[in-house]
């Protein structure tokens, strides 16, 4: 007789339908929470039930990070190449939409990357008040708006049906305009509107991709199930054009060059948390996008497109590397450092080796971890000096020495250091990319170049020297503090010396995903793809 913790832990518990519900609960009851006495107290802080809203965030937060612990206890390693924890249930069956739930160890490990940032970034957000309503009041809007994002989230990763991954996947942006037009900086409608347009133009390129490929495949109550639309025969033109509608609505996304204008804006302007879920969180959806559903429904298109998408990608790279380097605006540095680290993620998958692809899947959540750090470092300066300027800082190491070695060590993980995560996956990535791309793998080293200068010469400039006047007095990072970013500094360090718990949720998917795109893995070798000859031995 099976045991209490063994049910519990059943892959037969809808999970996934538990995660994306469950923030929308605590969403509403944070909308719904009384006002209690009216105006706010002697102190400045609002009163009533309201002014429990962070505590009744952070609480939904924790819980949704148990659910996903939970899923990862039910989820079979072994078989993480295939969807586990699935749920088929018929939504518009007239249409061919179904809800389709599913997840293997790639879209499972970004699932888990959405639930432990979102109560760092609520517990980041604290202590931000705004102008406006009572404090407490606006932060409550804000904080219910960020659990609404947590469904989207985790839902887009989950979608195993092409039409609920459309509309989960343009849902996203309701919230975050509304997360950065209404809270963010002087700027903040400009950016905002910039964001939605750029976001929806890919979408609705996507959406007449969506609609076409439906027509093309077996039609019924779930024509729009992944494994219904995966091994379809195509005519090669046909399928060239879906993956480009695809593709684009992915690269706005993601960013890549030349398709990324809007996010130095969007970051530069936003919230820091926001930032950290939309670079974090929300951008991987288009490097996801690229690996789960471009890749397998349009195998021959995406052989033909390659060679494009990854010079793109080492463009990206570099040029990311480049404008980082130019940067006097902090939020803008670590937004170009995330285009060229996306380059990183987009030339692994469409190098289409074993190797690099597993290293990119890797990739994207350790960047989410060394970004979404280093956005809430960047918080936490402006929050002490009311500027992100470079030239507002100097010599903060000798007046706030743990907020300098928190940053320096984020820092390090996002230039790859050994030891810290970001290493193995980019490591993986130029090794798999180097059997099939030599030159171009070779060209992207330079961007592992570029990120120590970029790294380094900005710690130089923040925190060494001597100190400032009017940066003497200024405090180092507190309790509450320390824990927004502890957790996400560990991961690095742990992620970075045992990897192996952490690629064998994606080795297999990795895999699957070569052998769909024509490719073959032999044991022990670097994957060499039909008719080339440049593979080697790992």
């Known amino acids: 007789m099976p045991d209490a913790a063994t049910t519990l832990l059943s892959p037969d518990v809808p999970w996934l339908t538990l995660l994306l519900v469950w923030p929308l ?80 160890g790639v879209g499972l490990s970004l699932v888990l990357l959405s639930v432990l940032l979102v109560p760092v970034v609520i517990l980041a957000a604290w202590r931000e008040q705004g102008s406006g309503a009572a404090p407490t009041d606006r932060l409550r809007h804000y904080l219910a708006l960020v659990l609404v994002l947590t469904t989207f989230m985790v839902g887009v990763f989950a979608a195993r049906d092409v039409f609920l991954f459309y509309v989960l996947f343009e849902a996203m942006l309701i919230p975050v305009y509304f997360m950065i037009g209404a809270f963010g900086g002087p700027q903040r409608r400009y950016a905002a509107v910039k964001f939605l347009l750029f976001s929806l133009a890919g979408g609705l390129v996507m959406l007449a991709g969506v609609i076409v490929l439906y027509l093309q495949g077996p039609g019924g109550p779930q024509g729009f199930l992944t494994e219904n639309l995966v091994g379809l025969d195509l005519p090669a033109g ?232 009017d940066l003497a007095a200024t405090r180092d990072l507190g309790g509450r503090e320390r824990w927004v970013v502890g957790p996400l500094i560990a991961l690095m360090l742990v992620l970075g010396v045992v990897p192996g718990p952490a690629l064998r949720l994606v080795d297999e998917p990795a895999a699957e995903t070569v052998r769909q795109v024509g490719g073959e893995v032999p044991p022990g070798e670097v994957l060499v793809l039909d008719g080339d000859d440049e593979g080697s031995d790992q």
């Open 238 to 469: 046909t399928e060239r054009w879906l993956f480009l509608a695809f593709f684009v609505a992915f690269a706005v996304k993601a960013p890549m060059f030349p398709v990324h204008t809007w996010l130095p804006d969007a970051a530069e302007q936003a919230p820091a948390g926001t930032s950290t879920l939309l670079v974090g969180v929300l951008d991987k959806v288009g490097t996801f996008g690229m690996l789960t559903l471009c890749l397998p429904l349009f195998p021959e298109a995406s052989r033909w497109a390659a060679p494009v998408v990854v010079a793109l990608a080492v463009v990206s790279i570099l040029y990311g590397a480049l404008l980082a380097l130019g940067q006097q605006d902090l939020f803008r540095l670590v937004a170009y450092t995330s285009v060229s680290h996306f380059g990183f993620i987009v030339l692994g998958i469409f190098a289409m080796q074993s190797t690099s692809v597993a290293g990119s899947s890797f990739y994207m959540v350790n960047h989410g971890l060394s970004t979404g750090a280093l956005f809430l470092l960047v918080g936490f300066l402006a929050a002490r000096r009311g500027s992100v300027r470079i030239a507002d800082f100097g010599g903060l190491q000798k007046v706030t020495p743990v907020l300098a070695g928190t940053f320096l060590v984020v820092g390090l993980s996002a230039l790859s250091l050994p030891g810290l995560s970001t290493f193995v996956s980019e490591l993986l990535v130029l090794v798999g990319s180097f059997g099939a791309y030599r030159a171009a793998a070779v060209v992207a080293t330079l961007g592992v170049v570029l990120a120590a200068v970029y790294v380094l010469w900005t710690y130089q400039r923040v925190f060494t020297g001597p100190v400032r006047d």
């Open 25 to 104: 609960v605590g969403a509403a009851a944070l909308w719904a929470l009384p006002a209690g006495r009216s105006g706010p107290a002697a102190d400045g802080t609002a009163t009533g039930a309201r002014r429990w809203s962070r505590h009744v965030a952070l609480g939904v937060a924790l819980v949704e990070l148990l659910l996903g612990v939970a899923a990862l206890l039910a989820f079979d390693t072994g078989a993480a190449g295939t969807h586990q924890l699935v749920e088929t249930h018929g939504w518009i069956p007239q249409l061919g939409v179904s809800y389709a739930l599913g997840v293997d």
